[in-house]
């Protein structure tokens, strides 16, 4: 049987995401992000086309590299200004009843112990349709902002991160049982004392010593994401990750790179199939190829490939307008993200290559076409990779995801490629057809209770 391409919506609390400048078509509503209305009707329009989720992006710091600066930033709106992504959960979980909602949160700034609250609060409150991607951050202006001089080390944050793992484990996935809540009314006893243990971890870079605040959400630990696709990243998530994003420029490096995900979950002794891989892309797409075309036309006029080019130079570290327009650009290996400045040590760049490559404000993928011609290609890039399937970028909003879905989804369904209705059950179950909780495989589940009568205050694990 075909592989079913998976899709998410790619989006963020705020104005410009991925394809700046676009905020400034007239049919865009984005600069509506701050009401209720503008994400209850989105997660109404993505569950009706059956998407699996909405992956919501965040940042905690500014883009001040371009032109040493925030001008760009605040004049295109370039990520700022951003609300948080975690509080739109609720409303929207209100209006679905599927939908599930990756949420991005810096483990960097934010305490375990509270933030598993938070992670079980919305599992509850959603049924189970959450996932987490996992950020360690890379931004400078986020570490001075929060009391730093300068962010940890590129490997340094990704320790951290695996001690972080370690103590969200133990937190949702060892300290209450399965069978703790008894909620007996007639004995009064909500909880079972002796089914909650107390997590004790001291470690490098955390000590934790409590038990978790909640009762066990329907998954426990949410579905969880990850983005690195440096050696140290690629690491991680061969340990941790159930679903990996990754940026693909061609057909060939994406194939390389999805190997690499794959291998690196096999050399953490996990399945490599029971990993994910989700590319980001971008779709303008119409009744016919000329339609499409021209709505393509359309949005370059409205899109700001200078806004493009200040993002970009803030996820490498380099401040492209200290160049001139055709003055190659020079590589040095900094603490952003190594992935972006991998692209510059690979090809001769110059300032005016980047404003040509960042043209509709980004730089993904974009494909345009009539549905059926979308339809074969999309299908095309899963075959040829192994890709699971992708995150859709939003232009002009939220028109391009009604497109999409009144246009493509119905070529994909017909193709046999798509689902026609949603599966039963929580996040993780829609996805893997598999039970709520992590898997076995999984690292994580190393730290579950087990049903062994132990004294209340002593952590064992299966």
Not at 49 to 58: R, S
Not at 109 to 125: C, G, I, V
Request: proline fraction near 5%; glycine fraction near 8%; aromatic fraction near 10%.
């Amino acid at each position: 049987m075909a592989k079913q391409i998976r899709l998410n919506a790619f989006n963020m609390n705020c104005i410009g995401h991925i394809n700046h400048g676009l905020w400034t078509h007239p049919r865009d509503t984005s600069t509506q992000y701050k009401t209720l209305d503008y994400w209850t009707n989105l997660a109404r329009l993505l569950e009706r086309g059956l998407f699996d989720g909405l992956f919501i992006a965040d940042i905690v710091g500014t883009y001040d590299i371009y032109g040493q600066s925030l001008d760009v930033t605040l004049k295109e709106s370039i990520q700022l200004p951003v609300n948080d992504p975690l509080l739109l959960v609720s409303a929207m979980a209100a209006v679905t009843r599927h939908l599930g909602f990756g949420l991005t949160a810096n483990l960097t700034y934010e305490a375990p112990y509270l933030f598993a609250r938070r992670l079980s609060t919305l599992d509850h409150l959603s049924n189970g349709r959450v996932g987490w991607n996992i950020v360690t951050g890379y931004l400078d202006s986020a570490a001075r902002a929060m009391g730093l001089r300068q962010q940890p080390e590129h490997d340094r944050r990704y320790d951290q991160a695996d001690e972080y793992l370690q103590v969200l484990y133990k937190l949702l996935e060892g300290s209450w049982e399965d069978d703790a809540v008894v909620a007996d009314r007639a004995q009064r006893v909500y909880t079972r004392p002796d089914k909650v243990h107390k997590v004790s971890h001291h470690g490098e870079f955390y000590d934790v010593e409590g038990y978790h605040l909640c009762e066990p959400s329907p998954q426990r630990t949410p579905v969880l994401f990850q983005a690195g696709s440096s050696a140290r990243g690629l690491a991680f998530a061969g340990n941790h990750a159930e679903c990996v994003f990754i940026s693909g420029q061609d057909k060939a490096a994406t194939r390389a790179q999805v190997d690499k995900v794959r291998a690196a979950a096999a050399a953490a002794g996990r399945d490599p199939q029971a990993v994910k891989v989700f590319m980001g892309i971008t779709v303008i797409v119409a009744p016919t190829e000329h339609e499409a075309q021209a709505l393509h036309a359309e949005y370059l006029r409205h899109a700001s490939p200078e806004a493009g080019v200040a993002h970009f130079a803030a996820s490498t570290g380099v401040d492209f307008a200290a160049y001139g327009l055709d003055e190659p650009i020079g590589f040095s290996q900094g603490n952003a993200i190594q992935s972006a400045t991998r692209q510059l040590q690979d090809n001769a760049w110059t300032r005016r290559r980047l404003l040509q490559q960042h043209a509709l404000g980004g730089r993904y993928v974009t494909l345009v076409g009539a549905p059926e011609q979308v339809a074969e290609q999309l299908i095309g890039w899963v075959d040829d990779t192994g890709l699971d399937g992708f995150n859709l970028t939003r232009t002009v909003t939220p028109e391009s995801f009604e497109a999409f879905i009144d246009l493509v989804v119905p070529q994909l369904q017909q193709r046999g490629r798509y689902k026609t209705a949603y599966a039963d059950g929580t996040l993780r179950e829609k996805l893997f057809a598999s039970q709520p909780h992590l898997p076995a495989g999984h690292p994580g589940a190393r730290y579950r209770t087990t049903h062994i009568p132990a004294p209340t205050g002593v952590l064992r694990h299966a």
